[in-house]
């Protein structure tokens, strides 16, 4: 059965004070690794997606990487309108199954 | 990217009542969709796949005949929640696929049942 666990599930920076989200996952063969944030009452938002051991992808003050078993969002000198829950899913490569299995999400919050 | 629409954004029905949750994909003909509800302070849960032209593929422990969907188009999936009871009241997301097999997420649908 496929896993993905996050760390660490709240986090709380001072503005400026850079940082990284763990995402550890098992998977009988993953197709990918995606990463989301979710603001309060809203839909997640697609931020990256991560295919292969040793990849990166960035985006603002947002870089991704990712090993056989966990995934890494660094967040650089961070602003208040960061704050929000991130999300990690990933998806199996075995049979036709094409649904994301997510972790429980890490809660940051930016003081100004 | 992709954009998706869900309507309603809200609604308050009472118990015993039906309700119906649409998803739109403006800018992508979407053979995929799925649904998911998400209880406060959770992640997100799979609900059902649903696909274009066919049955929608439930998750276990989710009750078809109470979910109903239907996925008319390329573009609209529908999500109806039949004799509606305060335990279903939760926040509803549905999302498309893309063929990079990217998921790309609506708004969300808060529904109150009282």
């Known amino acids: 059965e496929d896993q993905v666990t996050q760390s660490p599930e709240a986090l709380r920076l001072q503005e400026g004070e850079s940082s990284s989200l763990n995402c550890s996952y098992t998977?009988?063969?993953?197709?990918?690794l995606f990463w989301y944030r979710q603001d309060p009452g809203k839909g997640p938002e697609f931020l990256f997606t991560?295919?292969?051991a040793g990849e990166e992808k960035e985006k603002e003050r947002l870089k991704a990487t990712l090993t056989k078993k966990e995934s890494f969002l660094h967040i650089t000198a961070p602003k208040p309108e960061d704050s929000a829950t991130y999300l990690c899913?990933?998806?199996?490569?075995?049979?036709?199954?094409?649904?994301?299995?997510f972790g429980s999400g890490t809660q940051l919050t930016v003081l100004p | 990217g992709a954009v998706v629409s869900q309507h309603p954004s809200w609604v308050i029905c009472k118990s015993g009542t039906s309700v119906k949750i649409e998803c739109r994909s403006l800018?992508?003909?979407?053979?995929?969709m799925f649904w998911y509800r998400q209880f406060p302070k959770q992640s997100l849960m799979l609900m059902a796949t649903?696909?274009?032209?066919?049955?929608?593929?439930?998750e276990q422990g989710v009750e078809k005949d109470k979910f109903l969907i239907n996925h008319a188009s390329l573009t609209l999936s529908t999500l109806t929640v039949t004799s509606a009871h305060p335990e279903d009241s939760s926040f509803y997301i549905c999302?498309?696929?893309?063929?990079?097999?990217?998921?790309?997420f609506g708004p969300g649908t808060r529904l109150t049942v009282t």
């Open positions: 999302s498309v696929l893309r063929e990079s097999y990217e998921q790309y």
């Open positions: 998977v009988s063969g993953l197709r990918g």
């Open positions: 991560l295919y292969s």
């Open positions: 899913a990933v998806q199996a490569a075995s049979g036709s199954a094409r649904q994301l299995t």
């Open positions: 800018d992508f003909q979407a053979t995929t």
């Open positions: 649903s696909n274009e032209g066919s049955k929608a593929t439930y």
